[in-house]
């Protein structure tokens, strides 16, 4: 198991919350203590819905869990949004060709 349930809880108890305050009919206490421990993992949708509990956007978290860096796909999307918006052809023709080199 990885260690997401972790940063999950650390994220939980510093806006105090509790378990209960997250818990739901199809997602139990139990089944989140399993995963803050490290002993099961959720399904993706108990996951993003266990987020939004905390009011934490995925993107947040995964920053978070990468150590406050953003991930080389984060930082790839943020040049092409940048490049895009400013209009600069030159280097976007440039992560083109370099994309393209290692797809």
Do not use: C, W
Request: charged share 25%.
């Amino acid at each position: 198991m990885n260690n997401l349930g972790k940063y999950f809880k650390k994220f939980r108890e510093s806006r105090h919350l509790t378990l209960k305050n997250i818990a739901n009919e199809s997602l139990s206490m139990a089944q989140l203590s399993r995963f803050e421990n490290g002993t099961s993992d959720l399904t993706i949708s108990k996951f993003l819905y266990s987020l939004n509990e905390l009011n934490m956007l995925l993107e947040e978290f995964m920053y978070a869990v990468n150590n406050y860096k953003m991930s080389p796909l984060s930082e790839l999307l943020l040049k092409i949004n940048e490049y895009s918006i400013t209009r600069n052809d030159k280097s976007l023709k440039k992560i083109a060709v370099y994309t393209t080199e290692y797809n």
